[in-house]
């Protein structure tokens, strides 16, 4: 095979299989996975009406002049830093630029589209960073799970999610969990899309990372974009594919590379990072700052004491995706919504249910004791003296008026019989 050369461009981000950016651009590369960039063969003729380019010399004596100036303030050389370069090579370069990646205004650019509406509203679109972000437990993995789901199932809608994807084909990278959540979450997203739990590896990929080390997590997921090229990428832990999430010197490349994934590979990068347990709703550290600087745009989750979970826009390049909300219904998620009065009285009879169980507990293993004590008891027992005993017995401890209620109500439920004399047998004899 033939390496084919192109002129020069400048390198726009490229990324090969070694997780960096490559140099020669618009060319095949042999023995490296670099992405091919769109652009001319030849170079494009020059505008006639272009100014011609100032001398270097002119350049010098501009400066000189402005350095004379009266001002009294020293001046900053504004002589460019490659004048040592051949001028045509510069002129050449840039102007490849200009044609294949400068805006034209002439030539309406379709705007990206997107994995999902909200009501309407387009949002996570391909080809570009998207956060979610939220408290610990806050729902985020399982907001991404509702997000694939809508994406995977047939009916392509959930709530006020709609599918605006076609072919959606799903990555999932998971830095935080062992092997047995990791799998039981794509579990999880196969149930709620409706699907038999069966690999579907060319519409859903789900890979733990955990076990690689950080240099590790990011060479695998640059390996797989570069073979598979899928157009959903979701990164549960971006936080854990670099050392520092506080390093600027890490977290802005990092984050850089990040975009160009998304750009090069035409894919909607979609990354989860926790919130600052200093500063309440931003992103983590460095990390965080520079992603909601680039993202398009950045969804926060919030968890209320109803245990609602809501899904709302923390900023965005475009219009604001409506909020949503959630909650666990057993093992379903299900929409919700904001109304607190609904919220409280769901709340308060979940709580009630709760307590009568737990009573109920308590009540049948109490009884087991009570038919034990009287079981134990040599000579037929009076309820008086009963009450007494359940009072004194270790592991029951009840007040008198606990222990004749409990008396009362094993006699309602027939487990025990008073006769006369009020002399208790237990029933099954």
Known sequence: METKKNNAEYPQGELCNTGTFSQSSNQEVIGESCIPLSGEEKIPQQPSNLPPLPSFEELKQKEENQSNSSSGYEKQSFIPFYTDRDRAEIKSLLDVYLQTEGIDVENPIDPPECLIEV?????????????????????????????????????????????????????????????????????????????????????????????????????????????????????????????????????????????????????????????????????????????????????????????????????????????????????????????????????????????????????????????????GYNIPIRKVDLVKLIVETEGIGLKSSAAYNLIKKMEDDKKINIGEGGYITISSE
């Not at 240099?215 to 797989?224: K, L, N, S, T």
């Not at 989750?301 to 909300?325: A, L, N």
């Open 119 to 375: 009501n309407g509203v387009p949002a996570l679109p391909i080809g570009d960073l998207s956060l979610i972000t939220g408290e610990k437990k806050s729902g985020k993995s399982t907001t991404y799970h509702v997000l694939s789901s809508v994406l995977l199932s047939e009916e392509g809608k959930w709530g006020p999610i709609v599918r605006k994807l076609d072919d959606p084909r799903i990555v999932i990278f998971d830095a935080e969990q062992a092997l047995y959540h990791a799998q039981q979450a794509n579990i999880r997203i196969l149930r709620m899309a409706g699907l038999p739990q069966k690999n579907i590896f060319d519409r859903l990929r789900y890979i733990p990372l955990r076990s690689l080390s950080y240099e590790g997590r990011q060479q695998v997921i640059a390996d797989y974009l570069e073979v598979y090229r899928p157009n959903v990428v979701i990164i549960d832990g971006i936080v854990d594919l670099i050392t520092d999430f506080n390093s600027i010197e890490e977290s802005k490349p990092f984050i850089d590379k990040l975009m160009a994934w998304a750009t090069n590979y035409q894919c909607c990068v979609v990354g989860l990072i926790h919130t600052s347990k200093t500063a309440p709703g931003e992103p983590r550290g460095h990390l965080g700052a520079f992603g909601v600087e680039k993202a398009y745009m950045t969804i926060e989750i919030k968890k209320d004491k109803w245990s609602i979970f809501s899904v709302e826009t923390q900023s965005c390049r475009g219009e604001d995706m409506p909020e949503w909300y959630f909650k666990h219904d057993g093992d379903d998620v299900v929409p919700a919504d904001n109304d607190a009065e609904t919220h409280k009285k769901e709340s308060n009879e979940k709580r009630s249910d709760a307590m009568k169980k737990k009573a109920d507990k308590e009540y049948q293993i109490n009884a087991q004791k009570v038919i034990g004590l009287i079981k």
